[in-house]
């Protein structure tokens, strides 16, 4: 996430207070693999894909088959991320009782909210169009009161819901939430930090095993996996053999996956998910490094990075109102051409960069400057 913090001075590694460049540029890729998997809703006749959904017959398949066959693993990855960089920035102080209950979860709430309700409005309208002219809602259909009160607590996908509803693609965010009460009160009232990653591992690995299929688990597991990598990264900087280890850890990164895909890897049943579950943390611990970027290769990874939360949520509601468009003017959607699926994608991102200049972040500082932080 965005929030400033201070970086703590004997780790090398934190370069400048309050991004990790390398894990910004992950984060903005792995929100472009989810734009490019849920390019399929184009096909979907309700809620499930319509006869013309064929894989390899979307647009630039030959380039882009990795992110259409597998691009929903950038859910994992934000998760994982979002474990790293919470433990980065307020494990210490959580754990010293030096921030409060009331400011994480202001910190968290103007994060989150404001664009979590703008969107969550923003699919009312092209939605009831789209029902009025097709007899049925675009992907997401449970979009009544009862699942309308779910998003309001962002509890849409605690267990409660019979299925997706509304801004479908908040479901993981609402899962986060879940965790991040998780994380602050473990480390609150445990602290420990180490023993509460192993301890939330076990359980999903426990889950897993158990053939408790929730997604509550995944992102526990991913969450604090993440966390222990951040731990394990400020353990290895201050080694005099963290410059190799570093190199190391570049190399697999960019290795392991090119072996596994010569090797065909991801056709053996689970090997996906052991393999994000294990290269993902490798992947952030590379990406941590200090690569000396400056200026305005600086400047663009961290605006590529700050899009990610505003791309994730403008991109159904840009979807869901390009579908009313062309069910209200009787036209059929141009799905085969990559000129509309580089429209959709760069239209996305430009009112990603948008939103976030000129909603998330007054609507952040002000919910902020009203709390007094």
Known sequence: MNDNASASPDLGWRREPGKLLGLEAIRFLSACAVLIWHYQHFYYIGDKPGPSYIVPDQPLYALLWPLYQAGYYGVNVFWCISGFIFFWKYRETISNHQITPKKFFVLRFSRL???HIATLLLVILPQAIYLRQTGHYFVYVYNDLYHFALQIFMASNW???????????????????????IFFVALRYIGRPVLVCLAAIGIAVVAKLMRLESPIFDCL??????????????????????SLINIAAIVLAVVIPLVAVACNAFAIRHFSYLFWATYTPLLLYAGANDFGLAGRARAMIEAAGNMTYSSYLIHFPLQVTIAAAFASAGQAMPLASPIFLLSFVGITLVLAYLIFEFFEKPAQRLIRSRCGY
């Open 159 to 181: 267990g409660l819901q019979q299925s997706y509803s509304f801004n479908g693609p908040i479901w993981s965010i609402s899962i986060e939430v879940l965790v991040y009460i």
């Open 113 to 115: 909210y404001p664009l």
């Open 221 to 242: 597991g991913l969450f604090f996996i993440g966390g222990l990598t951040c731990i394990i990264k400020d353990h290895v900087q201050g080694m005099t053999q963290r």
